[in-house]
């Protein structure tokens, strides 16, 4: 039986229409619906809050945090501007849904962020995106453009007296500026270190207003549960876990892409869906969940389904739901180095622990590739990860060191081969 | 030195977009403008944004040094950014980086005697699904590449 999900789908569903990023495809499948009754029934905040909580919608950029909680954080009764801001500086090797949300559903994510705006009590938003998806700036402003026009953003929004607006932000090539209270000091103008917290951004966010930060697909989900109600949402994945997710699947697979499939779907569903590993070849290892996420051994993989419980437990995380295919080729200390190397190059070097410490890794894994490591050199990475992790400001520290310690646990015998022998393990 | 008047109605657009005390936050864009302008952004173009937007310069230049698309040297007039990371890795980014360093006989962070290609190494461009990839002069992705494609894209870039 070949591995196929013909259910609702939450965000991509545009991409089975002809012309899926137009106003005119969104607004014939349903779309500014649920803005427009939200407004014409003036839906209290807590309702639709309450909806999102029901929905058990979990942030889609890494973290998994319940997104009906984190709205409920912002302050209600804040005399001045509060703003919502959406997340799309899609950087972590291995992620590239969030692209494809704004290049082909652009308007569910406008709606999204407008129906946040309401809920929160907002008076803009801003959209930050990576700035190697320049094309995507530009369309999307286009996008906005569009719903100005027709009535969905600026003042008197539908009718109903309230004025809201939203703006494109760029990146211009730093990873760390994902971090949200880096992507904050972005938007201020400013090189992006992460800012020490508390206070959290809903008390003190962007300009020092209250302000909610989430994820692009967590965003688009949103008109989605509003119009088809929580509970459904809920349904389409598992307790928990609501929903459907865009996973990207990337690396030693038949088909790369996204797949918009539901929470809990069984990876290897998935890998078949991308049409399996690469022809002739097979499955060595996993990474489940972004570049941070640590990594899977096959076998321990293909035994989970896809959700945040399942590979929390399995040792890893869900993380962006960017899936990393590595076949039997692959040099298990090649692939670290450079994920060990893009770590070192996007510290954004204000803690002393992710500054010194990412250099350090690199160059020991790197010594360890190129047939100069020492016998030692492995519980020095551990050692080293260990004075990184918890001991910086921001996720970034963490993030370098979950590659390393998973890569030597699982891996540990290649490690040694190529200390030891000064080559490859792989092919020889 | 200024920027054309098409630069200054960009750069107006985008603060336009902010609060109206909060002008530094069109500082990445007016950067982009400047650099699209200029080919690369040198310290008087700095300065320059940093009037324009009310800002200490210094300010500025920390933002142009943090953000890695920004050119604070001269640069070829095709630059050519190669993501290699993990994922653009495993689908071949190695063979088609090497590719371009033989053809053009520079490495990494190097421009071509005429002037014409500036070589560099990119970090992921999230859009690891089409990879390999590279950036033309920050702004147009080209995806799927391989030896034979480089080959067009290079032929096209007088």
Known sequence: MSATYTGPKVCLWTLDHADPASLATYVANGGYEPLKKILAEKTPATEIIEQVK???????????????????????????????????????????????????????????????????????????????????????????????????????????????????????????????????????????????????PASYGLFGK?????????????????????????????????????????????????????????????????????DGHTLKAVIPGGSSAPVLPADIMMGCTLDFDSIAKAGSMLGSGAVIVMDETVCMVKALERLAYFYFEESCGQCTPCREG?????????????????????????????????RTICALGEAAVGPVQSFITHFREEFEYHIENKKCMVGA | MSLSAESLSQIDKEIAKYPADRKQSAVMA??????????????????????????????????????????????????????????????????????????????FGETTADGRFTLKEGECFGTCGSGPLCLHNNHKMHTHLSPETVDKLLDELK
């Open chain 1, 210 to 278: 209250p302000t909610t930060i989430n994820n692009t697909e967590t965003l688009a989900s949103i008109p989605w549960i509003m119009r088809h109600g929580g509970q459904a949402f809920l349904e389409l994945g598992k307790p928990n876990n609501g929903g459907t997710k865009i996973f990207s699947i990337s690396g030693h697979v038949n088909k790369p892409g996204n797949y918009e499939i539901p929470l809990g779907t069984p990876f290897a569903d998935l890998l078949e869906m991308a049409g399996g590993v690469r």
């Open chain 2, 30 to 107: 007016a950067l982009r403008i400047a650099q699209v302008e200029k080919g690369w952004l040198a310290n008087e173009t700095l300065e320059f944004v940093a009037e324009y937007l009310g800002m200490p310069a210094i300010a500025v230049y920390e933002v142009a040094t943090f953000y890695n698309m920004y050119d604070l040297e001269p640069c070829g007039r095709h630059k050519i950014t190669v993501c290699t990371n993990l994922p653009c890795q495993l689908q071949g980014a190695d063979t088609v980086a090497d590719y371009l360093k033989q053809k053009l006989g520079i490495g």
């Open chain 1, 54 to 200: 029901i929905s058990a919608l979990r942030g889609r950029g890494g973290a998994g945090f319940p997104t009906g909680l984190k709205w409920s954080f912002m302050p209600r009764n804040y005399d001045g501007d509060k703003y919502v801001v959406c997340n799309t500086d899609e950087g972590e090797p291995g992620t590239f849904k969030d692209r494809d949300i704004v290049e082909f559903n652009p308007h569910q994510l406008i709606e999204g962020m407008i129906i946040a705006g309401y809920t929160l009590g907002a008076k803009a938003g801003y959209n930050y995106i990576h700035g190697e998806i320049f094309e995507l700036y530009e369309s999307w402003e286009k996008a906005l453009e569009e719903a100005r026009a027709a009535g969905y953003l600026g003042k008197n929004i539908c009718g109903s007296g309230w004025d809201f607006d939203l703006h494109a932000h760029q990146g211009y090539g730093a990873y760390i500026c994902g971090e949200e209270t880096a992507l904050l000091e972005s938007i201020e103008g400013k090189k992006g270190q992460p800012r020490f917290k508390p206070p959290f």
């Open chain 1, 358 to 390: 990412t250099g350090w890794m690199y160059r020991v894994i790197k010594r360890i590739e190129h047939g100069e490591g020492r016998p030692e050199d492995l519980d020095l990475l551990m050692s080293v990860g260990t004075n990184i992790a918890g």
